[in-house]
């Protein structure tokens, strides 16, 4: 196929050979299969913040390293220079958050490069060398649906242990290789300790696991591992070994209405996201 303007520049630098097809366009990016030489890998072309049908809410952004206080400045005053500032700092967040979780034993797609735009990172594949399906797309039974669900808590609880909370996760960025669940799609992951509001987002992505396996495994409706997972985190308990229950014992402390009102924007906010990831599908 043709190829896109803004993979050129890795075509000219030899980083790339061929433009294979456009795997898929989702809310942030479209991405291409490309070929590397012998290898076959995908390229992440991010879209424009003004054609972008996902915006980065506050919630988001907290705690996001920039390189001096004067970037800091303008992103806050929203300059020309500023939203420049925005676009990278909001790219680098997956970059950054690729190279740490997957050092951390985390299975995400492996990166190569980050130029101009365009995330050059490993094809996930299934066992017959085709691209891997969604968990969505899945066809699972109650055992693989506890296999998969353990195998994915386990990875939730290594992103945290690593400082990362994935942000929104669910069956739609949940890619299923030969070897189980790989998730991907990290623009908008949150450092753990320096986000007001990373204790909701974890809980709002481990309720999301737990709501999409339920329908094959009801207890997991009830179940409170993400709250669970969390007190350990803030406790110093929580080591990727740590075992889970899905139980927490009830507190007897005030309620923190800051933070109750912070969990129902998340969720209205997760509906919206669900909303257009299904009407992206059915395009």
Known sequence: MKTPKRIQPLV?????DDVVRQLMSGKEATVYVVRCGDDIRCAKVYKEATQRSFHQAVAYQEGRRVKNSRQARAMEKGTRYGRKMAEEVWQNAEVDALYRLAAAGVRVPKPYLCFEGVLLMEL??????????RLSDVELNRERALEFHAALLRQVVLMLCAGVIHGDL????????????????????IDAAGNSVAPAMLERDVTNLANFFGVFVPEL???QYGKEIWNLYEAGLLTPDTPLTGRVVASDAPADVEAVIREIELARQEKEEQRRQQMELLA
Not at 12 to 16: A, M, Q, R, S, V
Not at 124 to 133: H, R, S, Y
């Open 170 to 189: 669910s069956e739609y960025n949940i890619l299923v290789d030969e070897h189980g669940p790989v998730i991907i799609d990290l623009p908008q992951a």
């Open 12 to 16: 000219e630098e030899g980083l790339i």
């Open 124 to 133: 996930v594949q299934d066992a017959d060398g085709n691209v891997a399906p």
């Open 221 to 223: 409706l009830g179940s």
